[in-house]
């Protein structure tokens, strides 16, 4: 079932869309059951010097009716979708990497719910692995200070490629972890569209959890090692 969506509105301002994508493995067929009901797949987008790596779990189902962010599951680029896309965009141009991040999905095709095929599921374990080594080829590609997880299952999913498990997500939202085989520092973070509902149960204000997220990314990239 898809997550609710979250209270961004048409009036906050418009982050950049982006105007071109990174395709590995085009018409990629490793995932039979995701190939058959995707659109089209969600390719990188962003810089591919970028500081800041964002990772989601899956592009969802989009909406064609947008004038642009329909989703990547249309427009073949991740994180264009019209309310999680645009809402993790304008929080990292907000926190000062709009130019310096790289916007990717663990798996990058649309894995739609064959009850309601206009709904999402969660990914296969299989899924997840089959499209893991586009995620690591486009770490080495990348090599980025940090790895920005979008939810528990991107978190779970670089962890996973770490060799290693989540316990409990909450526990783990800004709060740093090295990831010494990718040679990188993951930040979980709140998935967008569950944002609103637990940023005031973790204690934060909208504003004191934005100034902690920039705060955190600006110890991780500064270059210096003080979380090493």
Request: net charge negative.
């Amino acid at each position: 079932m898809s997550p609710p969506t979250s209270t961004d509105t048409d009036s906050e301002p418009e982050p950049v869309f982006p105007d071109s994508r990174h395709v590995f493995e085009s018409d990629c067929t490793r995932c039979p059951a995701l190939a058959e009901t995707r659109e089209c797949i969600s390719w990188r987008t962003g810089s591919l010097e970028a500081s800041v790596f964002v990772v989601g779990e899956a592009p969802g189902a989009g909406n064609t009716d947008a004038e642009r962010w329909q989703g990547g599951n249309w427009t073949g680029k991740a994180y264009t979708s019209r309310h999680s896309g645009r809402r993790i965009r304008r929080m990292v141009a907000d926190v000062g990497y709009g130019d310096d991040a790289y916007y990717t999905n663990a798996v990058k095709c649309f894995p739609a719910d064959l009850e309601d095929p206009s709904s999402n599921r969660e990914p296969t374990p299989e899924e997840r692995a089959n499209c893991r080594t586009h995620l690591l080829a486009e770490l080495e590609a990348v090599n980025p200070d940090v790895i920005l997880a979008t939810g528990k299952h991107a978190t779970k999913t670089v962890l996973a490629a770490e060799g290693e498990s989540l316990e409990g997500f909450i526990d783990t939202v800004l709060e740093p972890i090295r990831c010494r085989g990718l040679e990188t520092w993951l930040l979980p973070i709140l998935h967008p569209s569950y944002q609103d509902v637990w940023i005031g149960r973790l204690g934060y204000e909208p504003a004191e959890y934005l100034a902690a997220l920039e705060e955190t990314l600006e110890d991780l990239c500064d270059g210096t090692g003080s979380r090493e």
